[in-house]
């Protein structure tokens, strides 16, 4: 089973505008951590925020928000007032386990385009 | 504070020859993860190294690949006898012990090319 789903190939958004990129996960280790990386058309990968799973709030890091839904095994992004220097590749991950977690599962990522 | 160092950025192989990744870690990392990932997908896990010890390898494939992570020195992802469908971006990641819980810091990617 997919541990990771991001069900959002491509999205498009104008610029100034929200725009929320869907990811849902699947663990039964009550102790994991849910990531959003960016990776631009240069290729490399940019960590943007980070939920653990005992949060009582949602992430938040300037213009991205995490809407953490535990119950669903949500872990949406939400980037607010959108620019053009967002267009780019968004990657949720998740890595299970505490403090000596090992490895993330990657999901397949969504296309985000940013229209003036 | 330099952070996760990749090298080379780019890599061109026949098939057949060695291909050795090179990884230096963020200055008082000492964990270090190896991904993958193939034209339009996302990353995939191969291995996770600590100082000269093999912590995870479940991702790599059974055959021409190895890692490794000496006391001195950068990680090195090597693949031997390369085939056109080893292209792809190999990326490194470091991250400090006990900071398992928060994102760690990759670095550039070596865009692996077989021809």
């Known amino acids: 089973a997919q541990k990771i789903t991001q069900t959002q190939p491509g999205m498009f958004v104008q610029e100034k505008e929200a725009v929320t990129l869907d990811c849902t996960y699947d663990t039964s280790d009550p102790s994991y951590g849910l990531f959003w990386y960016k990776q631009p058309s240069s290729g490399e990968m940019i960590f943007l925020i980070y939920q653990g799973s005992y949060d009582q709030q949602n992430a938040t890091e300037g213009r991205y928000s995490l809407n953490f839904q535990k119950a669903r095994k949500s872990a949406n992004l939400v980037i607010s007032a959108s620019q053009l220097g967002d267009s780019a590749m968004y990657f949720c991950?998740?890595?299970?386990?505490?403090?000596?977690?090992?490895?993330?599962?990657f999901g397949d990522g969504t296309t985000l385009t940013v229209k003036p | 504070n330099a952070g996760v160092m990749q090298n080379p950025r780019h890599l061109v192989r026949r098939r057949g020859q060695e291909a050795r990744l090179r990884c230096s870690p963020m200055?008082?990392?000492?964990?270090v993860y190896w991904y993958r990932q193939l034209p339009e997908e996302g990353l995939k896990f191969m291995v996770y190294l600590q100082k000269e010890n093999i912590i995870d390898e479940s991702g790599m494939p059974k055959e021409r690949f190895s890692a490794e992570f000496p006391k001195e020195g950068p990680s090195i992802l090597r693949i031997q006898q390369v085939v056109r469908g080893d292209s792809a971006a190999y990326f490194c990641?470091?991250?400090?012990?006990?900071?398992?819980?928060?994102?760690?810091?990759f670095g550039s990617g070596t865009r692996l090319t077989v021809v």
């Open positions: 991950a998740m890595r299970e386990g505490g403090t000596n977690a090992g490895k993330s599962t």
């Open positions: 990641a470091s991250r400090e012990t006990g900071t398992g819980g928060r994102g760690y810091t």
């Open positions: 200055k008082g990392h000492s964990h």
